[in-house]
Nanobody
Framework: QVQLVESGGGLVQAGGSLRLSCAAS????????MGWFRQAPGKEREFVAR????????LYADSVKGRFTISRDNAKNTVYLQMNSLKPEDTAVYYC????????????WGQGTQVTVSS
């Protein structure tokens, strides 16, 4: 019902920046929030950041707070993740997700975009 497409990943040196985008399409009228997760090889998927769709309030993982900024364009059904001061440990596949209103889980997921930070 909702399709998500991430873009903006790539290779960057430590200390550099990247901006990820995630465009949602389909039936997006019941979106409660959108978020970003990441998964590094051999590790579990972890929460990165989320933003509530109506109020725009944000929440960040401690590991990225102060370096990453999540934002959204409600009219475009798009969420962004501005990543600054990147570290090698930020290397992972980054996924965006949608949480529907009334739900308690992340309902829809994108295919992911690779972010590689070299030192």
């Amino acid at each position: 019902q909702v399709q998500l497409v991430e873009s903006g990943g790539g290779l960057v040196q430590a200390g550099g920046s990247l901006r990820l985008s995630c465009a949602a399409s389909g039936r997006t009228f019941s979106t409660y929030g959108m978020g970003w997760f990441r998964q590094a090889p051999g590790k579990e998927r972890e929460f990165v950041a989320r933003i509530r769709w109506s109020g725009g309030t944000t929440l960040y993982a401690d590991s990225v707070k102060g370096r990453f900024t999540i934002s959204r364009d409600n009219a475009k059904n798009t969420v962004y993740l501005q990543m600054n001061s990147l570290k090698p440990e930020d290397t992972a596949v980054y996924y965006c997700a949608v949480r529907s209103a009334g739900g308690s889980t992340w309902d829809y997921w994108g295919q992911g975009t690779q972010v590689t930070v070299s030192s």
